[in-house]
């Protein structure tokens, strides 16, 4: 049964900062891992699909990384702005559907 | 033109009632999801549905079913509403192997 841990649970950071939200999954045999980002009272936006083949994905500020063998995948966020505050939430996928982590809150400080 | 839409987004409704929730995507996915967000936001799996298997999450209560019209549609019904089945509930597609996932915006459920 996949379980996922998402480190650290909240975190403030000043405007600007670069910082790393952690992902760990216990079932290695996964076909992608999705980050996605919840604003308050929304749904959940995708930020970033990696394959199983693949090493990292980027997208603007954004840069995912995967290490399949070891579970671990990291959400790199480059210069942050407060409109990065949400809750990211990582997801790996495999022969079940999606299982999530229970999230990272982000604030943002201006 | 939004690709998973649930309806409605909002429900309020008494105990005892029965209820449905509607999903609809027009990304020609063939697997849909509903999930459930409890009021710690813990995001849980309900059921998995394509055109050939129906995969339910054993904790789910058979109060809850899934019905679905066409490979587009995936409508979840809730029968005899507790207090506890108060949450929001999110649809999602994707296509089966190694594709994005899409979610609805969601539907908060109050039972009062």
């Known amino acids: 049964k996949q379980e996922v841990t998402q480190i650290p649970a909240a975190l403030s950071v000043p405007e600007g900062e670069n910082l790393v939200l952690n992902c760990s999954f216990t079932?290695?045999?996964?076909?992608?891992l999705q980050w996605f980002r919840q604003d308050p009272g929304k749904g959940l936006t995708s930020l970033l699909l990696?394959?199983?083949?693949?090493r990292e994905q980027t997208s603007g500020r954004l840069n995912a990384s995967l290490d399949k063998s070891s579970g671990r995948s990291t959400l790199y966020i480059a210069a942050s702005q407060p409109g990065d505050s949400a809750t990211y939430l990582c997801?790996?996928?495999?022969?079940?559907?999606?299982?999530f982590g229970k999230g990272t809150r982000l604030s943002v400080i201006a | 033109d939004t690709a998973v839409s649930q309806t409605p987004k909002y429900l309020v409704t008494q105990m005892g009632n029965d209820k449905s929730i509607k999903c609809e995507q027009n990304?020609?996915?063939?697997?849909m999801y509903w999930y459930k967000q409890d009021s710690k936001k813990f995001l849980k799996i309900m059921f998995s549905?394509?055109?050939?298997?129906?995969?339910i999450n054993e904790t789910v209560p058979n109060r809850f079913s899934p019905k679905s019209p066409d490979k587009a549609h995936l409508n979840l019904h809730i029968n005899s509403l507790e207090l506890g089945d108060s949450a929001v509930y999110f649809c999602?597609?994707?296509?089966?192997?190694?594709?994005?996932?899409?979610f609805g915006q969601g539907t908060r459920l109050t039972v009062v």
């Open positions: 990304l020609g996915h063939d697997t």
């Open positions: 079932d290695s045999a996964i076909y992608n």
């Open positions: 999602a597609s994707t296509s089966t192997g190694n594709t994005e996932a899409f």
């Open positions: 990696i394959q199983s083949s693949q």
């Open positions: 997801a790996p996928q495999g022969n079940t559907p999606l299982v």
């Open positions: 549905y394509n055109n050939k298997e129906l995969i």
